[in-house]
């Protein structure tokens, strides 16, 4: 018997023992390999479907962000402008005000003064009356002195009246 060739026997009894041992895999180790593998291929499609579900969800967020980013700059600039609007406004009133004011005060001044020009007027009046009053008594004193003047100045007088 040589060891290199085959005969029948060995051969028929190798394939059935072959066969046996594919039926045992087959029953035994195929299913939990293939059932792993499939296993393993739903937990990395799950584990990419969920990838694929965060990326998407970050886009949105991404872009929700940027859109309050955008109405927060809208309405600080909104913010801004009414500020500026509201000083300029208080600017205006303030000096819209003090301008009346400075009118007011103005005024006030003028008529004071006139009060003040009156006042002096009508002072300075008395003065020249009561002055002019002394100087026409010391005149008429001194030119009454005599009786002689005093008729020269009488008829002088007469004569004033007749001609007007």
Known sequence: MDLITPEIGLLF???IVFLVLILLLA???WKPILGAVKEREDSINNALSSAEEARKEMQNLKADNEQLMKEARAERDAILREARE???KVMADAAEEAQGKAGQIVSQAKESIELEKKAAMAQIKAQVASLSIEIAEKVVRTELSSKEKQHQMI???LGDVTLN
Do not use: G, P, R
């Open 13 to 15: 009894w190798q394939t």
């Open 27 to 29: 029953k035994f180790a």
């Open 86 to 88: 509201l000083k300029e």
């Open 155 to 157: 008829d002088n007088m």
